[in-house]
């Protein structure tokens, strides 16, 4: 039984990231003057149609953090566009061209939810007060209505009965029940896009699955898309309909997700694929090596970016592979 | 409404909760509970005093620990003592005036000639059953001024502290939360006044101004928000600033000035607190030392009794007259070392990593 | 083969401030010499604190109550602190979750194994010392050059392989795993994996490899033991377990996995969180979670207990007639 495939996915783009790049600049040193610079992002395109859920996959250090940071405007982008769809107005914008209400239309649409449990929530505040902190800071409703919002979300992650909570602080909840209250802050203002920055990755086994569960139902209920970030390949292909893998700052393979765990191309998407641990005894694991400083040469080498499409929706990067894989 | 009065009632069990949790705690540090049994016993005599004076039990003509005076008198033989050792009656030269004796040659307020009988004031009084811990050389009781001098105190320790404690704790989340130029000032302000040598620097405002008690503490509190606390704050909040539900306010839209004072102000206030119980120890200790150099324009303090003992010269006659010096001397040592031993104690509750279990 | 270790109805509880927590109850396990023996529960559930009492190393507030632990034919519960230096290392060794980040950054890593080395075998030379280390880090995949850097200038992944170098630096027989590779991504959780196994099949090693990931579980080990609640409540041999597990719990764990393999199915989640262990637990500790408990279950004077359910495996009694397909 596939659970999101019944999930309804426009034709619509939502957000178009075209060429994206973060370069960061590091000193070399305290008594040298040259700075390096490192390309965290280094050009990269994915479009998420509205209702789809894009997971982001790729080892610590690739950029996918960095990605989300600079689409969620926390750090300013190197160069490159995020163009926005404004229900408002009904066509896509960029979002170096909107004015400040256009700002805010996206800031009100666009949240994301925090891999830490235990650090995206402030200690001193009461959970009412954190859930309905986007509500005061575009002042929505008033202090009634706000709090019947939060009473109405707390049921919706099934933190109920939601009196028990309101009044409590983060540290008298268990790390699951912080989860939620992330989810619930992040669902209040019904937004269009939410980033998730590997929010499962520090839960329990058992939590994990209700948490994501959770965030599919939620998806469904109020169609919202997901930017999922995560290492985990299993935990991508259960949450996403579509997979990007990232290597050193840049997507190397983006499919539908089955068709990529199915159908690898780019020798780094089946080392990732080759690395994941599978829950049966008697299946044996067989490694697919790759030379990663190579790779990295291969790929520094040839700048174009293009990326070829093998149909399914099937995107591939298209640098010279030397007998690696497939030429065109 | 019903769920509405359901959930302020467990908001109330809650904080309940954390406070008995937290009080737990502080009650496991051991040296925390004598500083906190220690300050309570000197915030009762400060608040002592004022009651007695208004019921009455205590009058003001005489327990007045400024103007107060009380009539002490004692028959006293006038004698002549010898030039030269031994006498007859004498055996050193310490040994005269001998009991209830009175040097004729010390006696310029009185007349009276060798043999005769004289009543004469018996001040500095050692403790007697009115005056529990004696009275000072000028008839005032030594008692009812420890209570005035804790008063002084604790006003100027808390009120110092706390404007300390308020300077530094905005300087230093600003400095964090900017960055950039304005932190480089600030850290350069700080710096240099961690550079002056706070005591020479009160001699020489206490030359040009008459120093009051709350203009010290304005002056304490002022050197000490802008000094080294400003770092240590500065510090905590560059941790809080990078926090998740930091960003994530930011992601919503939140404006600067709000994120500074409702996330980052709060999650800094835990440790200012424990600095202002630090700094209130170091605030009671300057004013001793400046008002037993004399330098501030004050009533009474217990800087103040002390210094009294020693321009009169009681201070260098041994313990023959402790009653002027101990008392006051220890109250500084052990209010001082009490709230020292509070902050040891809250830094238990607040700082997880010293907690034993 | 022979149990290398024996650990007979061990109880430990941790006393706190709001009171006793029964962190591990009754607990019974052998581990035979060159077998790999897997601990998987939920973070709380006792399997760290296990790991501490074999190596008596459990915190200041946790006390032992009751049970033994006979390592290679000692008892370890009661041993002086002397004799149980001698234990740690050279008999048992641990790689804690995280352990990478315990390396003192000042010293190289060489000299940090090689001080190990001489504090627990004098006799041996420093040359002796350094083609020892060269041989262990060529066996976890380090080049040997490595010994030579600061703890700084290694990859988390490095680091975490020079930490199983320093664990089988003293020859022990039996390592303890604790989740040696939460903190790291696949990538380099495959590549410690691998090199844990190689270097357990090529010295004839016995393994303690504890984990709340059911799937690395399924690679590494050859038997193993799912805790819940400070008890375990199944244990049996891994492909017996995975096959067809009899507890509820187990169940419920190898239904909430994601996996890559096979066809994508509805994942069942398990319901509310793992209990307190403050609150004194009468009867199954699993029922509240149960997806389909008996009325046996719910009564509060069930008595707890492992019976026999397959060759060397074992459920507990309450839960292994839960499941009945």
């Given at each position: 039984m596939l659970t999101n495939a019944v999930r309804v996915v426009s034709?619509?783009?939502?957000i178009e990231v075209r060429n994206l790049v973060k370069h960061f600049e590091v000193s070399g040193g305290l008594f040298s003057r040259n700075k390096r610079i490192i390309k965290a992002v280094d050009g990269i395109d994915f479009e998420i149609k509205a209702g789809e859920s894009l997971g982001l996959v790729g080892q610590s250090g690739c950029g996918k953090t960095t990605t989300a940071r600079s689409l969620c405007l926390l750090d300013p982008k190197t160069s490159g566009d995020v163009n926005f769809y404004n229900s408002e107005s009904q066509k896509m914008e960029s979002i170096d061209e909107i004015d400040d209400e256009g700002l805010r239309q996206f800031r009100r649409n666009m949240q994301m939810i925090f891999q830490d449990p235990y650090e995206?929530?402030?200690?001193?505040?009461t959970l009412k007060d954190i859930i309905k902190e986007p509500l005061d800071i575009h002042n929505i409703g008033d202090l009634k209505d706000r709090e019947e919002a939060v009473i109405e979300i707390l049921k919706t992650v099934g933190l109920t009965p939601p009196q028990n909570y309101l009044s409590r602080y983060p540290h008298e909840i268990s790390g699951g029940q912080r989860q939620r209250v992330s989810i619930a802050r992040t669902l209040i203002m019904k937004p269009k896009f939410v980033i998730c920055d590997e929010p499962t990755s520090m839960l329990d086994v058992s939590i994990r699955i209700s948490i994501m569960d959770l965030m599919l139902n939620l998806a469904k209920e109020l169609n919202v898309s997901y930017l999922y970030i995560t290492h985990d390949l299993a935990v991508a292909r259960y949450m996403c309909n579509r997979i990007a893998v990232m290597f050193n700052g840049k997507i190397v393979e983006i499919a539908e997700s089955e068709e990529l765990l199915q159908n690898p191309i780019h020798p780094y998407t089946k080392r990732l694929i080759s690395s994941i641990p599978i829950p049966d005894p008697n299946y044996k694991r067989e490694r697919y090596e790759v030379n990663y400083d190579e790779l990295d040469k291969i790929i520094s080498n040839n700048p174009d970016k293009k990326m070829i499409d093998i149909g399914n929706g099937h995107f591939v990067a298209s640098h010279d592979t030397k007998g690696f894989f497939i030429e065109t | 409404m019903d769920n509405l009065k359901n959930e302020k009632e467990i908001a109330k069990s809650l904080r309940r909760k954390a406070i008995s949790k937290n009080w737990k705690l502080f009650k496991q540090s051991r040296l925390g509970m004598v500083g906190l049994i220690i300050v309570f016993f000197f915030f009762i005599l400060s608040i002592l005093q004022p009651i007695l004076f208004l019921t009455g039990i205590w009058d003001q003509g005489t327990y007045n620990p400024v103007v107060g005076y009380v009539d002490q008198t004692q028959d006293f033989l006038v004698v002549e003592c010898p030039k030269e050792f031994p006498t007859e009656k004498y055996e050193k030269r310490t040994d005269c005036p001998g009991r209830n004796e009175v040097n004729i040659k010390t006696l310029f307020y009185s007349d009276g000639e060798v043999g005769e009988t004289i009543q004469l004031n018996l001040q500095p009084a050692p403790p007697s059953r009115d005056h529990i811990l004696g009275t000072d050389s000028l008839g005032r009781d030594v008692f009812s001024q420890i209570m005035e001098g804790s008063q002084v105190a604790f006003l100027l320790g808390i009120l110092s502290a706390t404007l300390g404690v308020g300077i530094s704790t905005l300087l230093g989340t600003i400095a964090a939360f900017f960055g950039g130029r304005v932190d480089a000032y600030l850290m350069r302000q700080s710096d240099l006044v961690l550079m002056l040598p706070t005591l020479p620097l009160l001699f020489i405002i206490s030359a040009f101004a008459e120093l009051k008690i709350w203009h010290l503490a304005v002056v304490l509190g002022t050197i000490g928000g802008l000094g080294g606390s400003v770092i240590t704050i500065k510090s905590q909040a560059l941790q809080v600033k990078v926090k998740p539900f930091v960003d994530s306010a930011r992601i919503t839209g939140g404006s600067n000035m709000k994120i500074l004072f409702s996330h980052v102000l709060p999650n800094v206030a835990p440790l200012a607190l424990l600095f202002m119980v630090f700094s209130v120890t170091g605030a009671i200790a300057s004013e001793s030392v400046l008002s037993f150099l004399g330098l501030l324009n004050i009533e009474m303090s217990w800087g103040l009794m002390i210094y009294l003992a020693q321009v009169e010269g009681y201070?260098?006659?041994?313990?023959?007259?402790?009653w002027l010096i101990l008392p006051a001397g220890l109250s500084v040592t052990f209010l001082t070392g009490g709230f020292y031993l509070v902050g040891r104690g809250l830094d238990e509750v607040f700082n997880p990593r010293l907690r034993k279990r | 083969m022979s149990n290398i270790l024996e650990v007979k109805n061990l109880t430990m509880h941790y006393e706190t401030l709001d009171g006793d927590v029964d962190?591990?109850?009754?607990i019974t396990f052998n581990v035979k010499a060159g077998e790999s023996f897997g601990i998987v529960g939920e973070s709380g559930c006792g399997k760290t604190s296990v790991a501490m009492c074999l190596l008596q190393l459990q915190a200041e507030n946790g006390k032992i109550s009751n049970g033994s632990i006979l390592f290679d034919g000692q008892e370890l519960v009661g041993m002086s602190e002397n004799d149980l230096r001698k234990v740690r290392w050279d008999g048992i060794s641990i790689v804690f979750q995280g352990a990478m980040n315990a390396w003192n950054p000042v010293v190289k890593v060489g000299e940090q194994i090689r001080e190990a080395m001489r504090e627990h075998n004098p006799k041996s030379t420093k040359s002796q010392n350094t083609e020892k280390i060269n041989e262990l880090f060529n066996m976890v995949g380090l080049d040997s050059s490595a010994s030579e850097r600061f703890p700084h200038e290694l990859s988390g992944g490095m680091k975490q392989r020079a930490i199983i170098a320093l664990a089988l630096s003293c020859d022990p027989k039996l390592i303890i795993a604790d989740e040696p590779t939460t903190a790291l991504d696949v990538v380099i959780q495959d590549q410690i994996l691998t090199e844990i196994k190689n270097v357990q099949e090529l010295l004839g090693l016995s393994l303690i490899y504890i984990s709340h990931d059911i799937a690395v579980i399924a690679e590494m080990t050859d038997k193993i033991a799912v805790m819940y609640a400070g008890s375990i409540v199944e244990i049996g041999p891994t492909e017996e377990v995975f096959k067809s597990p009899k507890h509820s719990y187990t169940r419920s764990l190898l239904d909430s996995t994601p996996s890559i393999m096979g066809e994508k199915k509805k994942l069942r989640s398990l319901e509310g969180e793992p209990p307190s262990l403050i609150n004194k637990i009468d009867g199954c500790s699993f029922s509240p979670r149960c997806p389909s408990p008996s009325n046996e279950c719910k009564n509060q004077s069930i008595e707890m207990g492992l019976i026999k359910v397959g060759i060397d495996h074992y459920a507990d009694k309450c839960c292994s007639g839960c499941i009945s397909e």
């Open positions: 034709v619509n783009n939502l995206s929530l402030n200690p001193r505040w | 201070i260098f006659s041994g313990l023959k007259f402790w | 962190a591990v109850k009754d």
